[in-house]
């Protein structure tokens, strides 16, 4: 029947998952926030200020689609 599925699907969910939510835990307790967004490194406050110089706002992340073509 159809419900023999649900053990393994459930299983192959779980363990998906798992990775997701256990980066956000891990950051949670290691560094005090859920995202590993830093700006310790030069790199790191590059893309932070083009970021914000490109969509207005640090939480939007920008890719070769945000750049105008000027």
Known sequence: MWF???P???IISTV???P???AQVGNWLFIGKRFRRNLLERE???HYMRD???TGSCY???GI???PEE
């Open 60 to 62: 939007v992340p920008s």
């Open 16 to 18: 998906l998952a798992v």
């Open 52 to 54: 914000i110089r490109l």
């Open 44 to 46: 790191d406050r590059f």
């Open 4 to 6: 023999e599925i649900l």
């Open 8 to 10: 393994s699907f459930l």
């Open 65 to 67: 689609d945000c750049i």
């Open 20 to 22: 997701h939510f256990g």
